[in-house]
């Protein structure tokens, strides 16, 4: 961490005031797990538990159960990809922003691929933390500068490959609104909430509200896979 800068209270995880936003923190060197969690709470963050193994994070954050998970990947006893899996599937409205030291593409990839909402490099500064795990909170996609586009590269390409739906299959798929659609087109181009508000002239909760209502009604988890989904049909090209 390269800048002791302190942000302002977290706010609730949806920005409403309603309380800070609870986070965990797990990494298996104890003295950078305590620094980030002391500037975590020291800005405004609950942090409601920490962890130094795999095994000892899932078992912590279902206890714990806080709103974001600040996760390494390198972990002893279970590893950083697997504990995202687990974490999320007991709990999917936890949001998870891996924090580590690996900017290997193959790295960012799989984390994403299980479940985690952004990717921050440990060379980030405290600043740059706070606003990721504010910004996570809320389901937008975080990450280090450069790796964004590496995860919507990796969508298109996985999009190209798949074999054409089979014919009356889009019948089946869920009916969203016209406003939903326009989010969810925003959202495969990468705006972030407050960006498609003020391209919409909405407010940010009413952003929200589409975007969790379009991934219940497609079944989705999370933003990451709301992307994916909104890639695989064509909207970030419309």
Same mark, same amino acid.
């Given at each position: *961490? +390269?800048?002791? =800068?302190?942000?302002?209270?977290?706010?609730?995880?949806? %920005?409403?005031?309603?309380?800070?936003?609870?986070? *965990?923190?797990?990494?298996?060197?104890? *003295?950078?797990?305590?620094?980030?969690?002391?500037?975590?709470?020291?800005?405004?963050?609950? $942090?409601?538990? +920490?962890?130094?193994?795999?095994?000892?994070?899932?078992?912590?954050?279902?206890?714990?159960? #806080?709103?974001?998970?600040?996760?390494?990947?390198?972990? #002893?006893?279970?590893? %950083?990809?697997?504990?995202?899996?687990?974490? $999320?599937?007991?709990?999917?409205? @936890?949001?998870? &922003?891996?924090?580590?030291?690996?900017?290997?593409?193959? /790295?960012?990839?799989?984390?994403?691929?299980?479940?985690?909402?952004?990717? @921050? @490099?440990?060379?980030?500064?405290?600043?740059?933390?706070? /606003?990721?795990?504010?910004?996570?909170?809320?389901? /937008?996609?975080?990450? +280090?500068?450069?790796?964004?586009?590496?995860? &919507?590269?990796?969508?298109?390409? @996985?999009?190209?490959?798949?074999?054409?739906?089979?014919?009356?299959?889009?019948?089946?798929?869920?009916?969203?609104?016209?406003?939903?659609?326009?989010?969810?087109?925003?959202?495969?181009?990468? &705006?972030?909430?407050?960006?498609?508000?003020?391209?919409? !002239?909405?407010?940010?909760? =009413?952003?929200?509200?589409? !975007?969790?209502? +379009?991934?219940?009604?497609?079944?989705?988890?999370?933003?990451?896979? &709301?992307?994916?989904?909104?890639?695989?049909?064509?909207? /970030?090209?419309?």
């Amino acid at each position: *961490m +390269t800048d002791t =800068t302190a942000g302002e209270p977290g706010g609730g995880p949806d %920005g409403s005031g309603q309380g800070p936003v609870r986070v *965990m923190v797990v990494d298996d060197h104890p *003295m950078w797990r305590d620094a980030v969690a002391r500037d975590l709470s020291e800005s405004g963050f609950e $942090v409601v538990a +920490t962890a130094g193994d795999g095994d000892q994070a899932v078992r912590r954050a279902k206890a714990a159960a #806080p709103d974001v998970l600040v996760l390494d990947l390198n972990l #002893p006893g279970k590893p %950083g990809v697997q504990v995202c899996k687990e974490v $999320v599937a007991a709990n999917p409205a @936890l949001r998870v &922003l891996v924090l580590s030291a690996s900017g290997e593409h193959a /790295d960012v990839l799989e984390a994403v691929k299980s479940g985690a909402t952004g990717y @921050l @490099l440990k060379s980030a500064s405290t600043q740059d933390l706070q /606003d990721a795990v504010r910004r996570t909170a809320v389901g /937008d996609p975080v990450f +280090t500068p450069g790796l964004a586009g590496l995860v &919507l590269g990796e969508y298109r390409r @996985l999009a190209s490959d798949q074999a054409p739906a089979p014919e009356g299959g889009a019948s089946k798929a869920p009916r969203l609104t016209d406003r939903e659609t326009e989010v969810l087109r925003l959202v495969a181009k990468g &705006l972030s909430y407050k960006q498609i508000a003020e391209r919409l !002239v909405i407010s940010h909760r =009413t952003v929200q509200n589409h !975007v969790q209502n +379009t991934l219940g009604k497609l079944q989705l988890h999370n933003r990451v896979e &709301l992307v994916r989904y909104a890639i695989e049909r064509g909207l /970030d090209d419309e």
